[in-house]
C-alpha cells in the first residue's frame, strides 16, 4: 500500500455495552423511517456474508452535525489548513483547540439517528460478520451501539501528547479556549487533539486492509469520496481478481468515486439504512 494511500492515523478503542435506554431509542427511531422504506432495493445477506461499512460525515449529518465539504472550503467558519493539519496546530494550537471544543460541544448534544441504530442493529444480527469503519470523529456509532468498530480517522473526545512522547491516548471531554488552559503531558509537551490531520496516518490500516480483503458486502454510507485512502476502499474491495465484492453506496448524492459501485442508492441515510438488509 502506498505511504499517501495511508496519509492522513488510528487507536484502539474498547466499546460500551449496550443499555436498556439505546436500545429503546434505536428502536423508536427505527420505526420512525421503516414505512418509507417498502419499495427500496434491499441489501441481501447471507450467512456466510462479511460485511465491511465505511461510513463518513453524512451518516451524522441526519444528527445535527455538519459534513465537511458543503460550506466553500471552509469547516464551520474555518479553514481546513488552519484546525486540521500538523503545520495549523504548530501555527496556532489555540485556535485549533478552539475547533475541537466546539465540535466536542455540538457532538455532545447531538443524538444517533436511525441510521447509526440500523448498523447496530444489524451488527446485533450478524455479530462478527459487520465490521464497521468510520471517518468520522464524533462517537454516535458507539452511543447507538456500534461494538465491532474503528475510528480511521481519530476521535473527539480523546486527547494525546503532541510530542508522541509515549504517554497513552487519555479520554478528554472539556473544551480549551485559551492557550494557558491546554493542558500539558506529563514529558511538558501540549496535549493535541486524538485526530488524524491531513498529511497524518489514518489509524488501524492492517486491519482495516483484512477486513476489506475478506469481505464479501461493501457498503458506503455518506462520504463525499474525496479522501484517501477511504475513497479507495471500494477500488480494494473490486480488485480482488478472485471474489470482488458487492459495493454499495447509500447518500443524497452521487460520490466522486461512484462508478466504481455495483449499485448507488440515493437518499438520506437515516431514511434508506433502515430496512436495507434483507437478511437470507
Ligand atoms: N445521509 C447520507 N449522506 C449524506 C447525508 C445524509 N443525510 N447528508 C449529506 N450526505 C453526504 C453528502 O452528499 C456528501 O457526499 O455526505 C457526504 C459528506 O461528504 P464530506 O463532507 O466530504 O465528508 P466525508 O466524506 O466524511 O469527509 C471525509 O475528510 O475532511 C476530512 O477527516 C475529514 O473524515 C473526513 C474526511
Ligand atoms: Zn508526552
Avoid at 466546539?102 to 443524538?111: C, I, K, L, P, V
Avoid at 446485533?124 to 474503528?150: A, P, W, Y
Wanted: proline share 5%; aromatic share 8%.
Amino acid at each position: 500500500m502506498a505511504r499517501q494511500e495511508l496519509l492522513r492515523s488510528v487507536f484502539d478503542q474498547s466499546l460500551p455495552r449496550r443499555s436498556a435506554s439505546q436500545r429503546k431509542l434505536r428502536s423508536e427511531a427505527m420505526s420512525r423511517h421503516l414505512i418509507s422504506n417498502v419499495s427500496q432495493d434491499r441489501v441481501k445477506i447471507n450467512a456466510r456474508d462479511r460485511v465491511f461499512v465505511l461510513t463518513g460525515a453524512g451518516i451524522s449529518a441526519e444528527s445535527g452535525l455538519k459534513t465537511f465539504r458543503d460550506g466553500n472550503g471552509l469547516w464551520a467558519g474555518y479553514r481546513v489548513e488552519t484546525v486540521a493539519t500538523p503545520e495549523g496546530w504548530d501555527a496556532n494550537p489555540e485556535l485549533v483547540w478552539q475547533f475541537y471544543s466546539e465540535r466536542r460541544r455540538e457532538s455532545q448534544a447531538s443524538h444517533p439517528n436511525a441510521a447509526h441504530y440500523a448498523l447496530a442493529e444489524l451488527e446485533d444480527k450478524i455479530g462478527d460478520h459487520l465490521f464497521l469503519c468510520t471517518q468520522n470523529v464524533d462517537d454516535l456509532h458507539e452511543r447507538g451501539g456500534s461494538r465491532n468498530m474503528v475510528h480511521m480517522h481519530g476521535e473527539l473526545f480523546k486527547s494525546r501528547c503532541e510530542a508522541d512522547c509515549g504517554a497513552p491516548v487519555i479520554e478528554d471531554r472539556n473544551g480549551y479556549r485559551s492557550l494557558c488552559e491546554i493542558p500539558l503531558c506529563a514529558c511538558g509537551a501540549r496535549l493535541r487533539p486524538h485526530i488524524v490531520w491531513f498529511g497524518e496516518i489514518p489509524l488501524q490500516m492492517a486491519r482495516i486492509q483484512h477486513e476489506i480483503d475478506c469481505c464479501s458486502i461493501l457498503l458506503v454510507v455518506g462520504t463525499s469520496g474525496a479522501v484517501h485512502p477511504a475513497a479507495s476502499f471500494v477500488h480494494w474491495a473490486n480488485m480482488r481478481a478472485a471474489s470482488p465484492a458487492r459495493t454499495y453506496y447509500v447518500g443524497p448524492e452521487k460520490p466522486l468515486n461512484a462508478n466504481a459501485f455495483t449499485q448507488i442508492i440515493l437518499g438520506k441515510a437515516g431514511e434508506k439504512l433502515p430496512g436495507l438488509f434483507n437478511l437470507l
